[in-house]
């Protein structure tokens, strides 16, 4: 089966605490991407990363950092001094193989995260 | 300009009405998939087309049918709206090989059911 658990539904946290989303993923297929998309009040969905099974080196990018772990079936998401701005929906989704021709993103159910000032 | 664009962005009708959600690209991407968005069950697809001949169900087709008019073009219709069909929808597109490319998604279309 093919299956994203996100399994904080929703996660308050003050300005400037770090802040980690967790994302769990299923899937038989040794070949795959991991993605993470960030929904912000306004209701668009922005693209973060992209990660591919084949690579499990860490990724920073600012504020934000990755960590995927084969060995767990893990690829969470780190915000470090959160801001207020932060405050979204964050979804991690997979796409289950490189050849998948249709390219669908199975979505984990979502973390929401209020960052107060 | 919006690369992806929906209309309407938010629409109330009553059950057993046909609704049409309508999505457009700019982006020049052959593949546009249509995902609904409920609250805790995250984004769940529907329809998906690799080009203006080929259309694929997604996991939740029942009650839905779409069309593709051309590249750019990638509707969905709903042929008698019900309740449970209240919800958020995305538009999306992608580029080339699957899996690889990220999706860009439209803002969404808030469609409620009374």
């Known amino acids: 089966a093919q299956k994203v658990t996100q399994a904080q539904t929703e996660i308050s946290v003050v300005e400037k605490e770090d802040v980690t989303l967790d994302c769990v993923y299923e899937?038989?297929?040794?070949?795959?991407?991991l993605f993470w998309y960030k929904q912000p009040p306004s209701g668009e969905l922005v693209f973060l990363i992209r990660?591919?099974?084949?690579?499990?080196q860490n990724e920073i990018s600012g504020r934000y950092s990755w960590n995927f772990q084969k060995s767990t079936s893990s690829f969470n998401f780190t915000i470090t001094a959160s801001q207020v701005v932060d405050s979204a929906v964050y979804f991690c989704?997979?796409?289950?193989?490189?050849?998948?021709?249709?390219?669908?993103?199975?979505f984990g159910q979502g973390t929401e995260l209020s960052v107060k000032p | 300009d919006a690369d992806v664009t929906q209309t309407p962005r938010n629409r109330i009708t009553k059950t057993g009405k046909r609704i049409m959600l309508e999505c457009s690209q700019t982006?020049?991407?052959?593949?546009m998939y249509w995902y609904r968005q409920d609250p805790g069950l995250g984004l769940r697809l529907i329809y998906y087309?690799?080009?203006?001949?080929?259309?694929n169900k997604g996991e939740i087709s029942d009650g839905y049918s779409v069309s593709r008019q051309a590249q750019a073009k990638f509707s969905l219709s709903l042929e008698s709206a019900i309740p449970n069909q209240t919800a958020l929808y995305f538009c999306?597109?992608?580029?080339?090989?699957?899996?690889?490319?990220?999706?860009?998604f439209g803002p969404g279309t808030r469609l409620t059911v009374l």
């Open positions: 989704a997979l796409s289950p193989t490189i050849y998948n021709q249709g390219g669908k993103l199975i």
């Open positions: 990660r591919n099974s084949f690579d499990e």
């Open positions: 982006k020049g991407h052959d593949r």
């Open positions: 087309s690799f080009d203006v001949k080929d259309i």
């Open positions: 999306a597109t992608s580029m080339g090989l699957a899996g690889y490319n990220e999706q860009f």
């Open positions: 899937t038989r297929d040794t070949t795959y991407y």
